[in-house]
C-alpha cells in the first residue's frame, strides 16, 4: 500500500531533550516536507526537500533540522525542544516539486513538550 | 504576501442538507487549487485540483469550482453524511518558482444527525 509512516504517533518528551521524528515514503516521491498544525493556525510547512541532500526551509523553520540522507526517508529532528514545539506534526511526500499530483500525507505525530 | 482565506472558520449541518465552503486566494501567479480533508488527527486527504483552465471539477458529493479572475474557489458538499465532518482545507501552489504552497486555515464542518 502507498503510503507515508510516521513514527512515532504520539510522543510526550521534556524540555530539551533531542528527539526525532522519523518519516518514510514507499511511493519513490522525490518531494518531500514537514508541517506543524496548531488550533486556529492551520498547517505551517518547516522544511521540505526536492531531492535527496536537498532541503529548504518552510515558513517555521526554527528549532527544527531535518536530513535527507536517501530517498524515502526524512527524519525531523528537534535539538533541544521547547514547550511551544508541541504540536502535531505531518509528514507529506509528492511525486514533485511541482505539486500537480498533491501531497500524501502521514497520519500524524502528535508531540508535547513539558 | 500570498493568503488564503477559508469562510466560515466553522459550520453546523443537518445529516442530508447541502453546504458550500469558501476559499478566496492572493496567490499569484497561480498554478493550481487543491481542497483537501481532515478527519480528526488524521492526516489531511486529496478531494479535488483546478488548474487554471478548469471551472468545476466533481468527485462524488464533493464539487469544487474556480473563478482564477476573481480568485475565488469553492467547495460544494451535497446530500451531506455523518462521515462527512471534518476539516476543509484550501491549498493554493504558486507558479513563480515558489515550492511552498499557501494552506487555508480550515473549515471545520459537523455534520448532525
Known amino acids: 500500500e502507498a503510503q507515508v509512516t510516521q513514527n512515532p504517533r504520539y510522543l510526550i518528551t521534556v524540555t530539551g531533550k533531542k528527539l526525532t521524528v522519523t518519516c518514510s515514503q514507499n511511493?519513490?516521491?522525490?518531494?518531500m516536507s514537514w508541517y506543524r498544525q496548531d488550533p486556529g493556525l492551520g498547517l505551517r510547512q518547516i522544511y521540505y526537500?526536492?531531492?535527496?541532500?536537498?532541503?529548504d526551509k518552510g515558513d517555521v523553520p526554527e528549532g527544527y533540522k531535518v536530513s535527507r540522507k536517501e530517498k524515502r526517508n526524512f527524519p525531523l529532528i528537534l535539538e533541544s525542544p521547547s514547550p511551544n514545539q508541541t504540536s502535531l506534526y505531518f509528514c507529506?511526500?509528492?511525486?514533485?516539486?511541482?505539486?500537480?499530483?498533491?501531497?500524501?500525507f502521514g497520519s500524524g505525530t502528535r508531540l508535547t513538550v513539558v | 504576501k500570498n493568503q488564503v482565506e477559508q469562510s466560515p472558520q466553522s459550520l453546523i449541518i443537518l445529516e442530508g442538507k447541502n453546504c458550500t465552503l469558501q476559499c478566496n486566494y492572493t496567490v499569484s501567479p497561480f498554478s493550481n487549487l487543491r481542497w483537501y480533508k481532515q478527519d480528526t488527527g488524521r492526516g489531511p486527504v486529496s478531494l479535488t485540483i483546478m488548474t487554471f483552465s478548469e471551472n468545476t471539477k466533481s468527485n462524488g458529493r464533493y464539487t469544487a469550482t474556480l473563478d482564477a479572475d476573481t480568485k475565488q474557489s469553492s467547495l460544494h458538499i451535497t446530500a451531506s453524511q455523518l462521515s462527512d465532518s471534518a476539516s476543509y482545507i484550501c491549498?493554493?501552489?504558486?507558479?513563480?518558482?515558489?515550492?511552498?504552497?499557501?494552506f487555508g486555515r480550515g473549515t471545520s464542518l459537523i455534520v448532525h444527525p
Open positions: 507529506a511526500s509528492s511525486p514533485g516539486a511541482l505539486l500537480r499530483y498533491g501531497y500524501t
Open positions: 526537500s526536492m531531492n535527496v541532500e536537498v532541503t
Open positions: 491549498v493554493v501552489s504558486g507558479s513563480g518558482g515558489s515550492y511552498i504552497p499557501t
Open positions: 511511493m519513490n516521491h522525490e518531494y
